[in-house]
């Protein structure tokens, strides 16, 4: 039987580790001052998408939430368990995002946490060092000494079989279930659904000659796409709700000088 790890305990390892993170980034001069333009934009996405986190985890929005960017090339964000978010700012620059793509990336991410996706691979992986250490055993007793060589081959074998038999595949399920309620969550935050779509162009795009499907814990672009694609009719209703209610742009105010004649 598999263990799964407390939730109390796996938040409390997100924020020592994404509180370390936020001081060597600032150790470093890369993590963006609170007043800059891009994590002022950032934070301001971010505040729109997690009141909407409560339709899939009510107490999502008492999560001790931080928001954090990054001065880094790679095309990467994320959230930590118990709302830890951090972005980098080659992702937003070198793809040249728009806000709506933004808030996808986050919707994804966030989801990430709301469905505890770490918590499932941590528990994995505590659960693949203890079979790890079983099959030790036995390869120890097993070769009665004579071959030194036959634990490390048992534990390479494991590990691997392992890997392409079950982490991998969680992991590209667990990618697919964040896309559609990324989605979602994007939508109701008032997000143009239909950024995914060119949002995963763009990464297909900049990611070429990257892993193959079956041996990636990302499944490729274009099955990204296509199920986005079928997804985004489902929660376009809910974003065009967000259009209608939001209040009309304020007139231009005229000026009280008169022409002169």
Sequence with gaps: MSTLLPSEQVEKMAAAAYSETIDEARQRRVLLPANHPTSVRVKKIANKLIPHTSVFRPEAVNWKWEVNVEQNDQLNAY???????????????????????????MGHEISHALREHSRERMSEEYNKQMGMRGISFAASILSGGKYSGLTDTALGVGSQAYDLALALPNSRTH???????????????????????????????????????????????????????????????????????????????????????
């Design 79 to 105: 959230c930590m368990a118990g709302g830890k978010i951090m972005f980098f700012t080659g992702i937003i620059e070198q793809l040249k995002l728009s806000d709506d793509e933004i808030a996808q990336i």
């Design 175 to 261: 990618e697919s279930e964040a896309d559609v309620m990324g989605l979602e969550l994007a939508a109701r935050a008032g997000y143009n659904p239909q950024a995914s779509v060119t949002l995963w162009q763009k990464m297909a795009a900049a990611s070429k000659g990257s892993t193959p499907e079956f041996l990636s814990t990302h499944p490729a672009s274009q099955t990204r796409i296509a199920e986005l694609q079928s997804k985004i009719p489902l929660v376009q209703p809910l974003y065009e709700a967000t259009q209608k209610s939001a209040p009309a742009a304020a007139p231009a105010k005229k000026s009280g000088k008169k022409k002169k004649r």
